[in-house]
């Protein structure tokens, strides 16, 4: 069972829900140590005073702000206490809002509201409110603020429980003012439909188990090597660029050709486009048209020993004979 990071009460009007929160996700990530190479020995970090080249004790440590005239402000902790938010227990719905209305860009971070205690009362409410807003589509916008900071969050039904995401302030999402948009110009009419009918072949269902981390898969390849204690070379090629594209209309065909379909049909797209044409790492002759990553996930799939420090040609080599 995850463990709670946050417990309240979500106020809906009148309603008042009392919820524990968990983290939606989890990060995966392989976390390394920094040490000392010669020795081994961890690596600590210390504050040291820039003026008199000693250690600093925390207590001893102030917080200042660089202004943009050039000047310093010092901050004490009561006067960033007497602005602090109000610490509450409560998550207070707003307003609600059409879901398609809210850009993806402003959602953060995810969680899952749980009521809390076995409460007769307690649980009616919550699935009161799970049954009203699944029938909306709509999300809740709100306010709460978890240990010294106040979170703007949408709520919304997922899997017959409430998520709520924390998201950014208006102001915190940039202007597309000044970032380039690829010329003025439109596209061929041609090119176009052949544009759309590739989106159409590439066409799939969403299934998030598919899409796995492969930089962490070969990570997790080269720790499990050096436990065993084998020798990790790096590879030749670090990086590939790729090539510009002469003729755009004969890349789209031919990109539309490997997806399975030569017309951009709906009856050819998706995943029946793709079982008509074998994947690309599965076709003879196509091993020097991927990438290294393509490669090195063929050479797990069958187990090629030393394949991280590989480098393309050398994958290939190996994956022919």
Request: charged share 35%.
């Amino acid at each position: 069972m995850p463990r709670p990071i946050w417990s309240g009460s979500l106020s809906f009007g009148l309603v008042n829900v009392p919820v524990v929160m968990f983290s939606a996700v989890r990060d995966q990530s392989l976390r390394f140590n920094q040490l000392h190479e010669p020795d081994g020995a961890r690596i600590e970090t210390k504050r040291f005073c820039a003026e008199e080249g000693k250690e600093v004790p925390f207590e001893e440590i102030a917080r200042a702000f660089d202004t943009d005239d050039g000047k310093t402000v010092v901050i004490t902790d009561d006067e960033l206490q007497e602005v602090a938010p109000r610490r509450t227990r409560t998550i207070d719905i707003e307003a609600f809002a059409d879901l398609a209305d809210v850009d993806p860009i402003y959602f953060d971070h995810p969680y899952f509201l749980a009521p809390i205690g076995e409460a007769d009362g307690t649980k009616r409410a919550y699935q009161l409110l799970v049954e009203a807003m699944g029938r909306q589509e709509r999300v809740a916008i709100g306010r709460f603020v978890m240990r010294t900071k106040e979170y703007l969050v949408a709520i919304q039904v997922r899997d017959e429980r409430l998520a709520l995401t924390t998201m950014r302030w208006g102001d915190e999402i940039r202007s597309t003012d000044g970032i380039d948009t690829g010329g003025a110009r439109k596209p061929a009419k041609a090119q176009l439909e052949q544009a759309v009918a590739l989106i159409e072949a590439l066409g799939t269902e969403w299934d998030p188990p598919a899409w796995e981390d492969r930089y962490r898969a070969r990570l997790e390849d080269v720790v499990e090597r050096k436990r065993k204690g084998q020798t990790i070379k790096a590879p030749k090629e670090a990086t590939e660029q790729p090539s510009p594209v002469p003729d755009l209309m004969a890349a789209l065909e031919k990109s539309l050709a490997e997806a399975g379909s030569g017309s951009g049909s709906k009856s050819g797209s998706g995943k029946k486009a793709a079982a008509k044409q074998p994947p690309a790492e599965a076709r003879d002759g196509d091993l020097a048209d991927l990438s290294r990553e393509e490669l090195y996930e063929r050479a797990q799939k069958e187990d090629v020993s030393g394949r991280s420090s590989m480098s393309k040609e050398e994958l290939i080599d190996v994956l022919e004979g």
